[in-house]
């Protein structure tokens, strides 16, 4: 059975989960990145997306993902036409790939953004990477050169931060600084490690 040994690496918009899921790279786990293999899947299925969407959001045969992404965050039907589209195809991808992790009997991570909110894959453990709400917007406007509304549009969509952290079997503190996410890091690897031990 696919996902034995996953645990769904998941948060919010700029809680720090890539910074989370390259330490778990760095420490030697194979991470299956969903946002990764989505993003391939949209720029393969460009030419469908055009007829979806209009022309004007694929330039040069990729999708042009802040055009569509503008589309798809303010008109949620739109973002389920996406969905409807692109979920199989990730999903499928993303189970071929967890078979070939599980026959190797030890832990790996699928990073999976709204794990939660598409309750889609059958993985028993969570890992969820927490910033309070305060802390995602500031961060997400900095990094993202987005303003507030905007990112507050795309917290809209999401499962708040403070219900995930409770639904959660792992949590990793981020609201701090680099060092102390490393000491949150290195308990919940051990964690993950005696658990599947």
Partial sequence: MAFAYAVALTGGIATGKSSVAKMFEEDGFTVIDADKIAHDMLDEQAQTVAQMFGDEVVQDGKVDRKRLGAIVF??????????????????????????????????YIVDIPLFFEGRRYPIGRT????????????????????????????????????????????VIDNSKDQTQLRVEYEKAKEAILKEFA
């Avoid at 039907?77 to 692109?86: C, I, Q, T, Y």
């Fill in 127 to 170: 890992l969820v990477v927490y910033a309070p709400q305060s802390l995602q917007i500031e961060r997400c406007m900095q990094r993202d050169g987005l303003e507030k509304e905007a990112v507050l549009e795309r917290l809209a969509v999401q499962i708040d931060i403070e219900e995930k952290r409770y639904l959660a079997d792992y």
């Fill in 74 to 107: 303010a008109e949620p039907r739109e973002r389920k036409r996406l969905e409807a589209l692109l979920h199989p195809l990730i999903y499928q991808r993303i189970e071929e790939r967890a078979q070939k992790e599980d026959a190797k009997s030890k832990p």
